[in-house]
Nanobody, 127 residues
Framework: QVQLVESGGGLVQAGGSLRLSCAAS????????MGWFRRAPGKEREFVAG????????YYADSVKGRFTISRDNAKNTVYLQMNSLKPEDTAVYYC????????????????????WGPGTQVTVSS
């Protein structure tokens, strides 16, 4: 099993920045792709960003391209999401996810590709 815990959420004004962290514990050697998803009130959970185990490939939702950056530190079993130029529409609960196998690009951008999920961290962007 793998346990994921997100941190770094909070309240920020539009145009501001936040950095989310996701610390993984347990059988982390089984992890391959990592991802960030979010769920806004009244909406479905949606893909935000993903990264492969080596960090060679990253994937982003069109809505966050150029503003968000995903990265990982395998020595610390941690994945990050740097969020800049935040907008009110970025307000959501953000979830970290891990896949116990390598994913294709299409799988990496889908909810069903991941095996483990964190409890989420709230991000609120005020206008």
């Amino acid at each position: 099993q793998v346990q994921l815990v997100e941190s770094g959420g909070g309240l920020v004004q539009a145009g501001g920045s936040l950095r989310l962290s996701c610390a993984a514990s347990g059988r982390t050697f089984r992890m391959y792709n990592m991802g960030w998803f979010r769920r806004a009130p009244g909406k479905e959970r949606e893909f935000v960003a993903g990264i492969t185990w080596t960090g060679d490939n990253t994937y982003y939702a069109d809505s966050v391209k150029g503003r968000f950056t995903i990265s990982r530190d395998n020595a610390k079993n941690t994945v990050y999401l740097q969020m800049n130029s935040l907008k009110p529409e970025d307000t959501a609960v953000y979830y970290c996810a891990a896949a116990g196998r390598r994913l294709t690009a299409a799988q990496a951008m889908g909810v069903h590709g991941y095996d483990y999920w964190g409890p989420g961290t709230q991000v609120t962007v005020s206008s």
